[in-house]
């Protein structure tokens, strides 16, 4: 297990590595000059915008922190590997930068805004269990019934749903058509429409972006339940079982269950990092004021910083999750990791 | 489009061939011959293939009709302006019209354009790249597939939607920079799916028979190992192509993607959000045509998968 664990993080290392180089060529190919996004394309003096470009170590200084000019007078531009080196630096000391419009650090803001997302992704995951394993398991016992053509069908049709356009449709549907019902909480302003003293109303507007963000990842779910259900039913085991006279019921809840559920809770462990990666589009449609809506606006307000670190840290965030995945799934299945000792044999 | 076929030279039998051998049923010959039949069967693909070919001849003719039935997709005159603005669908306006008067389905028709082309040449550069990378890192292993491999999973580690963002980001809003976007960052899956389709052909004998008469690698690939791996690729392509269609919604939607007055359905969408109260169909009809022409891929996908007898992960 320890050398599982050990070959897993060394492998992590490289791969962290690579994703760092991407973001640190994405954002130093921005376009435009970033001292004209800083100050929102107007013209500074020439002694603040020096003061600016060395702050953001665009241009080489002495050792007294003095930019250094070349024979007509230019400033000498850092090299990339040097930039690089600065950004790693930067990195690990949880420093993204500070927000164009802002004024305020990339790692606040974050901070401020992930308790949204994860509060949400948590909901999403909920829903996504319950339904996903629910559907698949049912489709799975009762084999080319009605309710898996059901089933099939209606994850079929999920997959091809755009998320933003099914948050746009349960928003029409319950908070329009259905409003003498639903009260008609529109909007669904998470700040909660019946105020902070009314905790009852509070969870109501998680519902709807939880459900639209949870849509296609329950139909995988469901999908991959099926398949692995199906498949361990084929088992010489479950035959056995059978042969001891056991129920089906029995067999289906003891034995053949939770072999099958290892993959599907894997599959809804990596899902939870790509939703703590901030349900972009979940997030615009419902003015959520999670990461993701925090990307978006950034994005139309050409606030790169906030674009770029939010990016850094999701996908750091995303690739630690899916890391601890990959390891608790080779405590569920041993088959994992005495699989990987024998390659390495 | 036009498949190559299997090659008919000595020792080229196939998991194909013998599927075929054991269908026998009919004259056809050829493995897409046969995949075609079973195609037939499959009532949902069949539906699938109906609905993709009339969008395609919606898009391609467009042009020569629309406008005449339907008025101009982009700018409506000042007349219609004022008497068209927020119709709920009708006879005249089947999918209604627009705040400006701008009949929806003319503009759902022009958006098909967008779609298909994004879903189709984002598809392509994502195949050409992930072929050429898959072919080299599976054929000739060593230090090439480490270096491939591990370059796949530094993309794959990105979330999706997140990383064509920034990407777009980077390289500034436009429909050809969604296209070359979603186009650029999909090539790791299909490369992984090519590289293990190879590794599986590459083992079998008539490789090596080819090698001992002197094929060159080139010859190799192109001649016996890709013909024997097409199918899983065409197969995964399709399914390729309805993501990169809902990307591309995505992105319009984000208001990264066309610029306005150009009709997008993921565009389309966006604009109707802010009249969802008083006037639905606006972003409900360009919904429709996305959710319908992104199943049709995903099912014809299913169905080519089964026809072609492909074995992928289930998911």
Known sequence: MGTYIAKRVLQFIPVFLGVTIILFVLQNVVPGDPIRLITGGRAVPEQTEEIMRINNHLIQVDENGKALRDENGEYIPTSLVDRYFNYMNKLFHGDLGTSYQKKVSVTSIFAQKYPYTV???????????????????????????????LVTLFTSIMVAIPAFWLGMLLQWFFGILMKQWTGGAFSMPISGAGG????????????????????????????????????????????????????????IVHHALKNALIPVVTYIGIDFGGMLAGAILTETVFNW?????????????????IVMGGVTIIVVVVMVINLIVDVSYAFLDPRIRLGSSKNEG | MKYPKPIPEAGTVTMHT??????????????????????????????????????????????????????????????????????APSLEHPFGTDVTGRDILCRVIYGSRISLSVGIIATAISTV????MGALAAYYG???????????????????????????????????????????LGWPSIARVFRSAILSVKENDYVDAARSMGASDVRIVARHIFPNSVASIVVYAT??????????????????????????????????????TTAPWMMIMP?????????????????????????????
Not at chain 2, 129 to 132: E, F, K, P
Not at chain 2, 147 to 156: E, G, K, N, Q, V
Not at chain 2, 293 to 315: E, H, P, Q, S, Y
Request: hydrophobic share 50%.
């Open chain 2, 18 to 87: 013998v599927a075929k051998a054991t269908t026998g049923d009919g004259a056809s010959r050829t493995l897409w011959g046969d995949a075609w039949k079973r195609l037939r069967r499959n009532k949902l693909a069949v539906i699938a293939v109906i609905w993709i070919v009339f969008v395609a001849i919606v898009a391609l003719t467009c042009d020569l009709w629309a406008q005449q039935l339907l008025g101009d997709p982009l700018y409506a005159s000042t007349a219609e302006m004022s008497k068209n603005t927020l119709l």
């Open chain 1, 196 to 251: 902070p003293s009314s905790p009852y109303y509070d969870w109501m507007h998680y519902i709807l972006p939880a459900f639209t963000l949870a849509a296609v990842s329950t139909a995988y779910t469901a999908r991959i339940m099926r398949s692995q259900l199906l498949d361990v039913m084929n088992q010489d085991y479950i035959r056995t079982a059978k042969a001891k006279g056991l129920s089906k019921r029995d067999i």
């Open chain 2, 287 to 315: 919904g429709l045509a996305i959710l319908t022409t992104v199943l049709a891929f995903t099912l014809l996908g299913d169905g080519l998968r089964d026809a072609l007898d492909v074995k992928m992960k289930d998911a």
């Open chain 2, 239 to 276: 399914m390729n192509i309805g993501s990169a269609i809902l990307t591309e919604a995505a992105l319009s939607y984000l208001g990264m993607g066309v610029t306005p007055p150009q009709p997008s359905w993921g565009a389309m969408i966006q604009e109707g959000q802010t009249f969802l």
């Open chain 1, 119 to 149: 509060r949400l992704a948590a909901c999403a995951i909920a829903l996504e269990a319950i339904m996903g394993i629910g559907a698949g398991v049912l489709s799975a016992i009762k084999r080319y019934s009605f309710w898996d053509i």
């Open chain 2, 142 to 184: 060593g230090i090439f597939d480490t270096i491939i491999m591990r370059l796949a999973d530094i993309f794959l580690a990105f979330p999706y939607t997140l990383f064509v963002i920034a990407m777009i980001a980077v390289i500034g809003n436009g429909i050809q920079n969604v296209f070359i976007a979603i186009g650029i």
């Open chain 2, 129 to 132: 790249i992930g072929l050429v």
């Open chain 1, 289 to 305: 004021p999670g990461v993701g809506y925090e990307i978006y606006r950034a994005i139309t307000a050409r606030d790169w910083p």
